[in-house]
């Protein structure tokens, strides 16, 4: 069983930044691939950002390419999403997720190619 705990979310202005981390439990944390997604209200899930269980690939969405960057910290048990230049339209409710079927060398970006997830924390971006 794995547990994921998202925190880092809150109210920003338009332009500025956040960092959300992902705090997980579980001995083969390193093995898993991660991913953050997002959903705005009256919205679908979407894919933010991935990584692998190494970390040595990233992959963005295309809104959030140049401005958002996931890294991770398996000596923590820990991933990162750190939110620049942040707009109204990032406004959504950003969830943590862990693929723990197998060790794999790209990202996944599919909602079911996960299969644990956190609570969510709320990211707000005001104009």
């Known amino acids: 069983q794995v547990q994921l705990v998202e925190s880092g979310g809150g109210l920003v202005q338009a332009g500025g930044s956040l960092r959300l981390s992902c705090a997980a439990s579980?001995?083969?944390?390193?093995?898993?691939?991660m991913g953050w997604f997002r959903q705005a209200p009256g919205k679908e899930r979407e894919f933010v950002a991935g990584?692998?269980?190494?970390?040595?690939?990233?992959y963005y969405a295309d809104s959030v390419k140049g401005r958002f960057t996931m890294s991770r910290d398996n000596a923590k048990n820990t991933v990162y999403l750190q939110m620049n230049s942040l707009k109204p339209e990032d406004t959504a409710v950003y969830y943590c997720?862990?693929?723990?079927?197998?060790?794999?060398?790209?990202?996944?970006?599919?909602?079911?190619?996960?299969?644990?997830w956190g609570q969510g924390t709320q990211v707000t971006v005001s104009s």
């Open positions: 579980g001995r083969t944390f390193s093995r898993y691939g």
């Open positions: 997720a862990a693929d723990s079927s197998t060790i794999s060398y790209r990202v996944r970006v599919g909602i079911y190619e996960y299969d644990y």
């Open positions: 990584i692998t269980w190494s970390g040595g690939k990233t």
